[in-house]
């Protein structure tokens, strides 16, 4: 399984910014896929993920009702639309796969598969 990021790049705070993961490999269908972030200096964190069952829809309290997962299974493919973005949504983003369920998401270590990620940078 390969994970392939794209979509990232510099943009002023309120801007949008759509990211795409590519699952190649296996069918993504299979799956549980999210995204998580990791600046400078500190944790990988979870930022928003879908079940191979492709629902609920979970993110992380800092992103709600700004950014929105979802996943397209024809194309191998898992998305984050992001609004509103502010500096400390800075970061890299990178995509993570595991077959199933393993019962939650929001944690990196039952991630088998990562991509090499995308920069974010929000600034003015």
């Known amino acids: 399984v390969q994970l392939v990021e794209s979509g990232g790049g510099l943009v002023q705070p309120g801007d949008s910014l759509r990211l795409s993961c590519t699952l190649s490999?296996?069918?993504?269908?299979?799956?549980?896929m999210g995204w998580f972030r990791q600046s400078p200096g500190k944790e990988r964190e979870f930022v928003a993920g879908?079940?191979?069952?492709?629902?609920?829809?979970t993110y992380a309290d800092s992103v709600k009702g700004r950014f929105t997962v979802s996943r397209d299974n024809a194309k191998n493919a898992l998305y984050l639309q992001m609004n509103s973005l502010r500096p400390e949504d800075s970061a890299v983003y990178l995509c993570?796969?595991?077959?199933?369920?393993?019962?939650?998401?929001?944690?990196?270590?039952?991630?088998?598969?990562w991509g090499q990620g995308t920069q974010v940078t929000v600034s003015s």
């Open positions: 993570a796969a595991y077959k199933y369920n393993r019962g939650e998401i929001f944690t990196a270590a039952l991630y088998d598969y």
């Open positions: 879908l079940s191979w069952v492709g629902s609920p829809e």
């Open positions: 490999g296996r069918a993504s269908s299979d799956y549980t």
